[in-house]
């Protein structure tokens, strides 16, 4: 009776789950509705000439198209962000020949793959969390935070970015726990250093995506190099002899192969893309600016690899520069406004009641970031996976700032949007930490039912009112 | 979730396979390059300075001023200038807006104006520009085949700007 009334109860909260996904998509058709056509989300217009242009001809634009027509600036990168609004304008284009229904179309095809991106969240957060109930409401709330409703809602490259941060989690997940286990001498179990007939591909895929797609959508596997690295250093003499034995497994060595197969793959590319464009400038930065991994790859000699990574993380900017900057309480104003949802184009501005409403969740976050490290780094794959969401952050902190200082001073708390995932996994991890299971579950509910008032009726009738 | 996963990975492969298409069926073109030769003290230069290897702005509005090009009488043109910004003043700083670089030109003595001219923001990470010369469609009105062009490069809208100028290039395609 017991056993029936728990699958009854979990049945309930996975049907709740799915109403909640479903109702999430309907926001978004709201939204979608109410965003006025191109001009008022940032650079939809452009994004909608790169989709428009790449559905047209299916190719990217030669170095006359791009001098003489306005193809706009992103059809000038390579990116695969686009390729999924391309398919969907080219099917629907057979039927409809309305700008504007396919322009919605689009917008609709960017709002599905967010719900998609808010699944791999659930998947993510339910192998993180033990307790799926707060998994689940934590999946819930982040389906509904605010400025994700709204770049989920018009065509953009952002979606995309997105999806590729949760794939590699998930990739992570999975193949950690075989890396960390064959590393870790003292446990019995080693399993087998192998990736599965899923994974691997999954891996290859998304790291090839990343390299055309926004430099955000590398930065889990960059954290994640970055901290195995480190343990493989820190332990080299016990580490060391088992990495070098792995390789007499063929199956390790495929692996390997697979992977720098899609790197080669990337880099062919771009090398056809750039003999092909045979224009001076446009080789660099215009190209490669959604990619800073692209760039490296492209330019792997020394001199050239040390000015693309300055240029890339650091700008032209000195440190001190940077830290006057990140001093200013003007900066984290509008980073915190702008990751919240601050709709400035659309002539909108929260009430900043809002941003007192999730203020608990911030300082829950940086709670639930910083008890991190309480823990030391050791081979569990759970902590290894902490590790790299918190360098994760940091990289896109890092990566934010610069981006700040391209053009004209921008900062943009948007940019955090990739690595959301794992600010509502140190949110929820805050809470849990400080007061258990029932306070978690109690706020994420509060969380979710603040953000469905603020994306149902207060963003939609205030932008009602707007227009 | 492993079905989800895999219907995941299959979008991934049509994608993956979208992107190599449109790079393989992408048609090539090749401009002509003329470059315009270094150092730049060759030219006609106003409110700029010679300061060791650099050059310094003394004024918000400096310019140099190329010699006399003829260009075919095309529009699709444009300029490629790598230039490094090594000084603070160059940039934007918190709240203010971007620098830009602003080519003019001309096919007569007359003066330089707005609407025969391109900008290009000053991007902060990067060092070279291509500035597509999309004003230059003016010129199909003229009958000949070839002009003859003289164009005028400001190079940053900043007083004490510090640049070091490594090449400036004018591209034209047939």
Redesign the interface.
């Known amino acids: 009776m017991i056993k029936l009334l728990k699958e009854t109860t979990k049945g309930k909260y996975l049907y709740g789950y799915y109403i909640a996904i479903v109702f999430a998509f309907l926001v978004r058709l709201i939204w979608i509705s109410l965003i006025p056509l191109l001009s008022n989300a940032p650079d939809e217009s452009s994004h909608w000439t790169a989709v428009e242009y790449l559905s047209e001809y299916f190719r990217q634009p030669s170095s006359q198209e791009i001098v003489t027509a306005q193809v706009g600036a992103h059809v000038l990168q390579v990116q695969m962000s686009y390729f999924h609004m391309v398919i969907s304008k080219s099917v629907f284009g057979l039927f409809f020949n309305n700008d504007s229904i396919l322009i919605y179309i689009c917008r609709i095809t960017n709002a599905l793959l967010s719900i998609v991106v808010v699944i791999n969240c659930q998947h993510i957060f339910s192998q993180l969390i033990i307790n799926k109930r707060i998994a689940n409401l934590l999946a819930i709330a982040l389906a509904f935070h605010p400025q994700y409703v709204f770049i989920s809602s018009y065509v953009n490259n952002d979606v995309f970015a997105c999806w590729i941060t949760t794939l590699s989690i998930i990739v992570l997940l999975k193949i950690l726990p075989k890396i960390l286990s064959k590393l870790d001498s003292k446990n019995t179990l080693i399993q087998q250093f192998n990736f599965s007939q899923l994974i691997l591909p999954l891996l290859c895929l998304t790291l090839f995506s990343s390299l055309f797609a926004k430099s955000s959508s590398i930065i889990v596997y960059a954290s994640a190099t970055f901290i195995l690295l480190f343990i493989f250093l820190f332990r080299f003499k016990q580490t060391f002899p088992i990495v070098l034995n792995s390789f007499n497994n063929y199956k390790i060595i495929l692996n390997v192969i697979a992977i720098s197969a899609s790197f080669l793959l990337g880099y062919l590319l771009y090398s056809m893309h750039t003999i092909k464009l045979s224009m001076p400038g446009l080789s660099n930065y215009d190209v490669f600016s959604g990619s800073f991994m692209a760039q490296v790859i492209f330019y792997p000699r020394p001199v050239q690899l040390r000015q693309v990574v300055y240029g890339a993380i650091f700008s032209s900017h000195s440190f001190i520069d940077y830290l006057n900057t990140i001093t200013q309480m003007n900066y984290w104003q509008l980073i915190i406004q702008g990751f919240w949802g601050l709709f400035d184009n659309m002539s909108l501005r929260m009430n900043s009641l809002w941003y007192y409403f999730y203020l608990p969740y911030m300082i829950s976050f940086l709670y639930g970031y910083f008890t991190v490290f309480k823990k030391s780094l050791k081979y569990h794959y759970l902590t290894v996976m902490e590790y790299t969401m918190c360098l994760a952050v940091v990289l896109m902190g890092v990566g934010s700032l610069s981006f700040s200082y391209k053009i004209a001073f921008q900062p943009q708390g948007r940019h955090f949007l990739p690595v959301l995932v794992i600010v509502y996994y140190f949110i929820a991890k805050g809470f849990y930490v400080f007061k258990g299971a029932d306070f978690t579950k109690r706020f994420i509910s509060i969380m979710i039912i603040g953000s469905v008032i603020c994306t149902t009726f207060y963003v939609p009738f205030n932008l009602f009112s707007v227009y | 979730?492993?079905n989800?996963?895999?219907l995941?990975?299959f979008?991934?492969?049509?994608?993956?396979f979208?992107?190599?298409?449109?790079?393989?069926?992408?048609?090539?073109?090749?401009?002509k390059?003329v470059e315009f030769y270094q150092p730049i003290n060759n030219y006609i230069l106003k409110d700029i300075k010679s300061d060791k290897s650099f050059w310094v702005s003394t004024s918000n509005d400096p310019y140099i001023i190329l010699p006399k090009i003829k260009i075919l009488n095309s529009?699709?043109?444009?300029f490629?200038i790598?230039i490094n910004?090594?000084s603070?003043s160059c940039?934007?700083?918190?709240?203010?807006?971007?620098s830009f670089i602003q080519i003019f030109w001309r096919t007569s003595d007359e003066g330089f104006s707005e609407n025969k001219s391109d900008t290009t923001?000053?991007?902060?990470?990067?060092?070279?520009?291509?500035i597509?010369l999309?004003s230059l469609s003016l010129l199909s009105n003229i009958p000949d085949k070839t002009v003859e062009v003289n164009f005028r490069l400001d190079i940053v809208n900043k007083i004490r700007c510090k640049f070091q100028i490594n090449?400036i290039?004018l591209?034209t395609?047939e």
């Open positions: 979730m492993k989800f996963l895999k995941q990975l979008a991934l492969i049509i994608l993956t979208f992107l190599v298409l449109a790079i393989v069926r992408m048609p090539s073109s090749h401009p390059l529009p699709e043109s444009f490629y790598d910004y090594t603070k940039r934007a700083s918190l709240g203010e807006s971007a923001p000053i991007s902060m990470g990067g060092s070279s520009y291509l597509p999309r090449k290039m591209g395609f």
